[in-house]
């Protein structure tokens, strides 16, 4: 990746499984792709197998106090996953103070909107708004996703392969989550904002420059999703200027997740080309084929604008650097997790690997 302008490059949408393959597979990842630092968005846990995710993470972010940024997910009390949850504001209260420098919340995806049932703009997630917007956490939200999604014409085959189809009357529609957005913001104009891959709306240039225009707190992250990247190219010149304009409104991020086994060269290998992909399409004009979604048409950003994307703008929305992590309040915390996976051989594995974060996080400490 020598070719590519010399600039901080920090990934601001990764995430992690409840393995610890995922850490050792998210550090060479970090280290291949030349990230000076990553942020661990960690998806809410509706399941016990999910619940050790945010222990991971908060090991990561330990080993690396200076590299990993860590967004914390959420946890539910689901009638089927035999724990009980803290309540909201209680969560949001200990990721504080064990040094969280976001929060993630997946609950937007229709299928997890679907799964959890509560509106995004419900008194359930108020207060996180009212927590952050008060500290100036910034929120990595997930809202919606492709507009094909509901169109069962339309459908590309990888989403028609997973069942990925929100078309038939169970799940939310993308206008009715954006409007669940809106009522966020209109009661906290201050919420620091990250809508991720784009807010989905790289086919609809005016609307989003619309929404950067109307809140100023609100910042899209570039992800790639199926459709994001083609999008883009069909019309260079116009998304160039586009980017250009909200240069201070657009992040960095790859979604890695590092979630196979241990070592993991392919892994490695694919982040490498989805990285210089992404890099090679924000960086020069070259037609190519790349990020596995056919011909992309490169935007040749100057370096102000780049420096920004890459680096800049994530880390004055979280932080110049990574918040300290309390580490004696993060072993009370994962005492207390591990007491709530007590619960025989079903709960074996995350009680486990519970043990082996704190076992880590003791060494360090």
Known sequence: MSSFAALSLVNAHTHMR?????????????????????????????????????????????????????????????????????PVAEQIAQCVALGADGI?????????RRQIGLPLDGEHYEPVYVACERIGLPILMHVADPEELWDRDALPERAREREW???DGTFPTKEGLYSEVERILERHPRLKLILAHFYFLSGDMDRAAAVLDRWPSVSFDITPGDEMYARFSQAPAAWRDFFNAYSRRLLFGTDT???AEYPDPEGLA????????????????????????????????????????????????????????????????????????????????????????????????
């Not at 993630?104 to 997890?112: D, N, R, S, V, W």
């Not at 994530?314 to 005492?335: K, M, Q």
């Not at 007491?339 to 996080?361: H, K, S, T, W």
């Open 257 to 259: 997740a590092g979630d």
């Open 165 to 167: 189809f929100y078309g």
């Open 18 to 86: 409840s393995a610890l393959n995922s850490l050792l597979n998210l550090t060479d990842i970090m280290e291949g792709c030349g990230f000076e630092a990553l942020c661990v968005a960690c998806t809410s846990a509706t399941r016990p197998e999910r619940l050790p995710t945010n222990a991971l993470a908060l090991l990561m972010k330990a080993t690396y106090p200076q590299r990993v940024y860590w967004f914390p997910g959420l946890h539910y009390d689901m009638a089927d996953a035999g724990y009980a949850s803290l």
């Open 104 to 112: 993630k919340l997946i609950e937007g995806k229709p299928t997890a």
């Open 270 to 365: 694919r982040a490498q080309r989805q990285v210089a992909d992404m890099r090679r399409f924000l960086e020069t004009d070259e037609v190519f084929e790349g990020l596995g979604r056919g011909k992309l048409h490169g935007l040749e950003l100057p370096a102000s604008t780049l420096a920004l994307i890459y680096a800049g703008n994530f880390r004055r929305l979280a932080g110049p650097e990574p918040r300290r992590l309390a580490l004696s309040v993060a072993l009370e915390s994962i005492d207390a997790l591990r007491q709530r996976l007590d619960g025989g051989d079903a709960l074996r594995e995350p009680r486990e690997l519970v043990g082996v974060i704190r076992e880590r996080l003791a060494g360090l400490a």
